[in-house]
């Protein structure tokens, strides 16, 4: 039985990694940081299955004990401060755990047992400013926010790892990825749950930021699975993770409200509070080497993951 450890466990992709892993037979360790109150809510259905430990990417010992001790075969490095909002009111935070943090990851292998399998969740941000459309594997970084940067010096200690020390070490680019799981805090869910919510009747509103911003959208369940694919290769490498189609903010709103029998126009307003400081281009993949090499597509389409969010958080006020 294969053994994995995985940071960030009860965030939206540890939970759709950890039932996956769980299907393939491997025993799962799920790093937390140590907490009053862990929330647990995406992994509630599978404690029994998995074991949560204490752990945190700031602190370089609890690394070095958690490898020792549970003896992993392979790590997926996702935890992170991921909101990219917040990295310009914390970006001081969001450098030592996003950046640093791989690196402590990274020292902790090296350190224990250099043949661990390591995987590094990288992001699109990284494109920001972008230098050609779509983006792929050579396709030059220049991010523009704190969290972009951030993610950008963790794929390249990865990178760096990997050439210097022969560490199996691979960098997933994963362009935007949603689920019912997301966090309100993301425009994505937050347009779902505020669908709901005007369809009950609890809010008369949606305030939003830019709605011509677009992304490219996929569903976070097919995500994991070429997480787990690029660690089971011959040779570690990075690889560009996405749909390889890119739709509007506004886009989303559209076919989220007519989901539910609405007109996105009568509900959503602009709101300048929402706008980021520097707004990324156009953000579209090219997931070609994927497709080739990991053999992987996606098997949720856009519209299909709007309205599984959307019924999600209808049936989650229902049921409230």
Same mark, same amino acid.
């Given at each position: 039985?294969?053994?994995?450890? &995985?940071?960030?466990?009860? !965030?939206?992709?540890?939970?759709?990694? *950890?039932?996956?892993?769980?299907?393939?037979?491997?025993?799962?360790?799920?790093v937390?940081?140590?907490s %009053?109150? $862990?929330n647990?809510?995406?992994i509630?259905?599978?404690? +029994?299955?998995?074991?949560?430990?204490?752990? +945190?990417?700031?602190?370089? !010992?609890s690394?070095?004990? =958690? =490898?020792?001790?549970?003896? #992993?075969?392979?790590v997926?490095?996702?935890? *992170?401060q991921s909101?990219?909002?917040? %990295?310009w009111?914390q970006?001081? =935070?969001?450098? +030592?755990?996003?950046a640093?943090?791989?690196?402590?990851?990274?020292?902790?292998?090296?350190f224990?047992n250099?043949?661990?399998?390591?995987?590094?969740?990288?992001?699109?941000?990284?494109f920001?400013? $972008?230098?050609?459309?779509?983006q792929?594997?050579?396709?030059?970084?220049?991010?523009?926010?704190p969290?972009?940067?951030a993610?950008m010096?963790?794929h390249? &200690?990865? &990178?760096?790892?990997r050439?210097?020390?022969?560490?199996?070490?691979?960098? !997933?680019?994963l362009?935007?990825?949603?689920?019912?799981?997301?966090g309100l805090?993301f425009?994505?869910?937050?347009? %779902?749950?505020? $669908?709901?919510?005007?369809k009950?009747?609890l /809010?008369?509103?949606?305030?939003?930021?830019?709605?011509?911003?677009?992304?490219d959208?996929?569903?976070?369940?097919?995500?994991?699975e070429?997480m787990?694919?690029?660690?089971?290769?011959d040779?570690?490498?990075?690889?560009v993770?996405?749909?390889?189609?890119?739709h509007?903010?506004r886009?989303?709103?559209?076919?989220?409200?007519?989901h539910?029998?609405l007109?996105?126009?009568q509900?959503?307003?602009?709101?300048?509070?929402?706008?980021?400081p520097a707004e990324?281009?156009?953000?579209?993949s090219? #997931?070609?080497k /994927?497709?080739?090499?990991?053999?992987?597509?996606?098997?949720?389409s856009?519209?299909?993951?709007?309205t599984?969010?959307?019924?999600?958080d209808?049936?989650?006020?229902?049921? !409230?």
């Amino acid at each position: 039985m294969p053994t994995a450890l &995985i940071t960030g466990i009860t !965030g939206q992709d540890g939970s759709y990694l *950890a039932e996956l892993l769980l299907t393939k037979g491997y025993r799962v360790i799920g790093v937390a940081r140590r907490s %009053s109150t $862990v929330n647990t809510e995406r992994i509630n259905h599978i404690l +029994d299955d998995i074991m949560v430990v204490q752990g +945190d990417l700031q602190d370089q !010992g609890s690394l070095l004990s =958690l =490898l020792e001790e549970y003896k #992993p075969d392979e790590v997926y490095n996702l935890a *992170a401060q991921s909101f990219v909002p917040t %990295s310009w009111n914390q970006p001081a =935070l969001t450098g +030592d755990v996003t950046a640093l943090g791989v690196t402590r990851m990274l020292e902790a292998i090296r350190f224990v047992n250099p043949k661990i399998r390591f995987y590094q969740a990288s992001s699109s941000e990284m494109f920001g400013k $972008v230098q050609e459309v779509p983006q792929k594997e050579s396709t030059p970084f220049y991010p523009r926010s704190p969290y972009g940067v951030a993610k950008m010096y963790g794929h390249w &200690i990865t &990178i760096n790892y990997r050439e210097s020390f022969d560490i199996f070490a691979t960098s !997933g680019i994963l362009f935007n990825h949603e689920s019912p799981r997301r966090g309100l805090e993301f425009v994505t869910r937050k347009i %779902s749950n505020g $669908v709901a919510r005007i369809k009950f009747g609890l /809010a008369k509103e949606l305030r939003l930021g830019n709605l011509e911003a677009q992304r490219d959208w996929g569903f976070a369940g097919d995500y994991v699975e070429a997480m787990w694919l690029m660690l089971q290769q011959d040779h570690a490498d990075n690889y560009v993770i996405g749909t390889g189609e890119t739709h509007s903010v506004r886009e989303f709103c559209e076919i989220a409200f007519s989901h539910v029998g609405l007109d996105y126009n009568q509900y959503v307003i602009q709101d300048d509070k929402y706008y980021r400081p520097a707004e990324v281009d156009l953000l579209i993949s090219d #997931p070609s080497k /994927a497709r080739v090499v990991l053999k992987w597509e996606p098997a949720v389409s856009f519209k299909e993951l709007v309205t599984m969010m959307v019924d999600a958080d209808m049936q989650r006020l229902k049921k !409230g």
